[in-house]
Structures are given as C-alpha cells and as structure tokens.
C-alpha cells in the first residue's frame, strides 16, 4: 500500500479530545454532573422518541462497523484503520464497563424527575459506548477526508449521538466526554498501528474483512438485536443499502478492469486487393 494513501494527522486533530477532556474535568471537579444531565436531558423534549432512537443507532457498534464494508474497496487503509480503531474501542469498553461499577441515571434518580427513553438500563454506565464508538469512527474519517465541510458535518453527527444519550437519559455526562476521548484517541492510535501494520491493505486481507462484515450486515438485516423495536427498519435499511453498494460497487470495478479486444491490424502478404503500388513493373 502506497504511503500516499495515508494523510499526516493534522494539528486541529488533536483539538476535540482536548476539550472534551477539558469538559469532563470541570464537569468532574464541579460536582454538579447530576444537575448538568438533567438539564440537558430536558432539552431534548423537543423530538420525540423515535428520532432519538434513530439518531442513537447511528452510534451502536455493530452499524458502524457494517458501514466499515462501503470503504472496503475504495479505501482500503481507511477500512484497515477502522477495523484496528474497533478492536481497540472493544478491548477499551469492555475493560472498563466490567472492572468498574458505575450506576446509569435510573439506579441513582426517581424514574419521574427526567426522561428516560428505551430499556431501563441501571448498571455500566461508564464510558457510554455509543459515544465511543462515533468518535472513533468519525475521527478515523476526519483523517482521511481532508474537505472541512465534511469534517464538519461527521462532528456534528458524533455530537448529536452523543446528546441522544442524554436526551434518552441512559448516561451521564462525564460518560457521554469519557467516550468521545477514548474513541478518539483510539482512532488515533489504531491509524498509527496501521500505518506500522499495512498487511491489513492486501486484497486477500481485505478479501476475509470484506466477507466478514457483509456477513454482519447479512445478520442486521436479519435480527433486531437492540432494545429499541423501533429501530429495526432502520437497521434493516442500513444493512441493506451497504450490502447493494458494496455489491455494485464490485460489478462496476470487476467490468472496469476487463481488458477491451485489440483491434485487428493488416500486415504486408495478408489476402487483400493489390494496388498499383504493390505491382511489380517489367
């Protein structure tokens, strides 16, 4: 793989985690994360349920890592970079879900003083997956795509993720920061793994990634494996549209790379009609 198809990380990077970690310390320090989350779970009364469920999904891990397969072929060290970023989030989250007790907004506050959407979720807490999950992701595609519009709008996305925790009342603040910081800085050290480890760029490696993934889509499609029966046309339309893309994508390119006829060329001695030029003169 050519080191041109990896980009140097740029100095505004490392500016969301900063201040996300900058957010988390005095939110921390203040003691007032309990105050600060029902504030903001108020202010996400103005949509209902369902657009908050949808906008959730787009920060559940298994969606994400389905649409890892759009850039399976086009961009291959993007997908080895996020396959790596997953990896590490997993290790990440699962290490500290389950080595530290931490109680959800419904263990700690009366079910009546904010608003809790979905699964009544009391244990786990800390960091929320979710938000770790879109910030890897969106970092991993904030390197690779140098288009501020495009930066932009991936930021916004992983903020809006991140609120809809909130607005459904299943974390807590210092877990929606905690999660962007980690997701981020792992997207960070999985990019440098794989710029390190580039075997993942091969087409047999990215071959097995591709068959993998598009069985996990295969298996969104199939099974709602959430909490929220209201997402599952949502999944199935994710895991549907990345399958046909993926599949169309593969046609196209397999019929770029066929090789066109040579056209037929005429050598001298060849049965054709003789001009003037080819009679010999006595």
């Not at 900063?18 to 504030?39: M, T």
């Not at 786990?124 to 140098?146: E, R």
Request: hydrophobic content about 50%; glycine content about 6%; overall charge positive.
């Amino acid at each position: 793989m050519d080191r041109d198809s990896y980009p140097p990380i740029q100095k505004w990077f490392f500016l969301p985690p900063i201040i996300c970690l900058a957010l988390l310390v005095l939110v921390n320090l203040s003691g007032h994360d309990i105050q600060v989350f029902l504030w903001l779970n108020q202010r996400g009364r103005f949509a209902g349920d369902n657009f908050w469920i949808a906008v959730t999904t787009f920060g559940d891990g298994l969606v994400l890592f389905v649409l890892t397969l759009l850039f399976i072929r086009r961009k291959p060290a993007l997908a080895w970079s996020l396959i790596l970023t997953w990896l590490l989030i997993a290790l990440w989250i699962k290490g500290l879900k389950y080595s530290i007790v931490t109680y959800r907004p419904m263990s700690v506050l009366e079910t009546a003083s904010f608003r809790l959407v979905g699964a009544p979720y009391r244990y786990n807490s800390f960091p929320s997956g979710h938000a770790t999950s879109v910030s890897a992701f969106v970092a991993t595609l904030c390197i690779f795509f140098q288009r501020a519009w495009v930066r932009a709008v991936l930021v916004s996305l992983a903020l809006l993720v991140g609120f809809s925790r909130l607005a459904m009342g299943v974390h807590w603040v210092t877990d929606v920061l905690a999660g962007f910081v980690g997701g981020w800085v792992s997207a960070l050290l999985a990019y440098s793994l794989s710029r390190r480890f580039t075997f993942g760029t091969s087409r047999p490696a990215q071959l097995i990634f591709g068959l993998v993934i598009a069985g996990a889509a295969v298996a969104m499609l199939l099974v709602n494996y959430t909490d929220y029966p209201q997402a599952q046309r949502l999944l199935q339309t994710i895991a549907l549209a990345t399958l046909v893309y993926t599949v169309c994508d593969y046609l196209l390119a397999s019929r770029k790379r066929k090789p066109f006829p040579a056209p037929e060329t005429h050598q001298q001695g060849t049965n054709r009609p003789a001009t003037s030029l080819d009679r010999g003169t006595s």
